[in-house]
């Protein structure tokens, strides 16, 4: 059964930092490319960043470039995204979702239907 769970979302203070943790089960992840989504509320799911089939491209969203960064540890089968510089706004749902097998170039971040597996979320709170 494919499988996505997040974890290592939490309460953090402005200025702190969270790693969050995509682990993949019934597929191996290596060979697919990654997304991380968050929703807040009363907004739209947007995309936040994504890493290529390859593992050697990603893609941010301008809002999170410099803060955030996504990587992947293929022998965990898992994709992580540390966010650093944390803000309120950053308040969210994230969702970890699997991409396609051929994405080796800049994967999409507009295009969240070509995702299809997501995880169930975890939630990551700013706030002092």
């Known amino acids: 059964q494919l499988q996505l769970v997040e974890s290592g979302g939490g309460l953090v203070q402005p200025g702190g930092s969270l790693r969050l943790s995509c682990a993949a089960s019934g597929f191996a992840l290596s060979t697919y490319a990654i997304g991380w989504f968050r929703q807040a509320p009363g907004k739209e799911r947007e995309g936040v960043s994504c890493?290529?089939?390859?593992?050697?491209?990603?893609n941010y969203a301008d809002s999170v470039k410099g803060r955030f960064t996504i990587s992947r540890d293929n022998a965990k089968n898992t994709v992580y995204l540390q966010m650093n510089s944390l803000k309120p706004e950053d308040t969210a749902i994230y969702y970890c979702?699997?991409?396609?097998?051929?994405?080796?170039?800049?994967?999409?971040?507009?295009?969240?239907?070509?995702?299809?597996?997501w995880g169930q979320g975890t939630q990551v709170t700013v706030s002092s």
């Open positions: 979702a699997r991409g396609r097998s051929d994405w080796y170039g800049i994967c999409p971040l507009s295009v969240q239907g070509a995702y299809d597996t």
């Open positions: 890493i290529s089939t390859s593992g050697v491209r990603t």
